[in-house]
């Protein structure tokens, strides 16, 4: 094994890395983040009281989307059959968090997608309630665990 950058060629340009050859095996990853907001729109949000409507439905659907299409955003990601995305939101004290997982059976991980599909739907959550408060911060945006492939299973700690 080299020490070379995977994405790069012998002449140091970037490309993407072949996986024909891989294994295709059962693949998933979990990514979250979480968005603090003011009282008062995380109660506009709770009850439905926002200009924009359903708020967790549309990020939930943007999240979805965005996972879809991660490899029309990452330069260098493969585009991939996913087999599932699901976007779960929680309450807390001061705004919400997201859990992202994205699953699929592949040659390649869908880390990227997980991360993609938090993300996307912490930036609409954003959008919907800006109207409220535009000081709303986004952060924390991580992967959280993955399982698959040659590295095998991988927690956050």
Do not use: Q
């Amino acid at each position: 094994m080299t020490n070379r950058p995977t994405h790069l060629d012998d002449t140091g340009a970037a490309h993407m890395v072949d996986v024909g050859a891989k294994v295709a095996t059962e693949r998933r990853a979990v990514a979250g983040g979480r968005i603090t907001m003011s009282a008062s729109a995380l109660d506009a949000i709770r009850t439905g009281n926002t200009p924009k409507g359903d708020v967790l439905s549309t990020a939930r659907i943007a999240g979805i989307m965005a996972a879809k299409r991660t490899a029309d955003l990452i330069p260098l990601c493969h585009p991939i059959a996913l087999t599932s995305v699901s976007i779960a939101f929680e309450w807390e004290a001061d705004g919400l968090s997201v859990r992202a997982i994205a699953a699929t059976t592949g040659p390649t991980g869908v880390e990227m997608e997980a991360l993609t599909a938090a993300s996307a739907a912490l930036l609409t959550l954003y959008d919907m309630a800006k109207a409220l408060d535009r000081a709303m911060v986004l952060g924390d945006i991580r992967l959280l665990e993955k399982s698959g492939g040659r590295s095998g299973d991988w927690r956050a700690e």
